[in-house]
């Protein structure tokens, strides 16, 4: 993957995280419906298919949308 790509990425993530916490803090979703999000982003990547490639970097953004749920990341947790 180039720099851009990368940083591309990195910054969606941010994006993505900051929203889920303002819609959280907002009472426009509840903790249970971020995770849900988060799950079903996770399990679309997992079971995506494709090149040998492909499913690789499925399985490699699947991972890291697990390690933010286990992390508690998206939602501020009490």
């Known amino acids: 993957?180039?720099?851009d790509h990368t940083y591309s990425?990195?910054?969606a993530l941010a994006v993505?995280?900051?929203l889920l916490l303002a819609l959280n803090d907002a009472?426009?979703?509840p903790e249970k419906e971020i995770m849900g999000v988060l799950t079903d982003a996770?399990?679309?990547h997992e079971n995506a298919t494709g090149s040998e490639a492909d499913v690789?970097?499925?399985q490699a953004a699947a991972a890291l949308?697990?390690?933010i749920i286990a992390g508690g990341?998206?939602?501020r947790r009490a």
Do not use: F, K, Q, Y
């Open 73 to 75: 990341n998206s939602v």
């Open 27 to 29: 009472g426009i979703l």
């Open 9 to 11: 990425g990195m910054a």
């Open 56 to 58: 690789e970097r499925h």
């Open 1 to 3: 993957m180039t720099d």
């Open 65 to 67: 949308i697990r390690r």
């Open 42 to 44: 996770a399990a679309t």
């Open 16 to 18: 993505c995280e900051a």
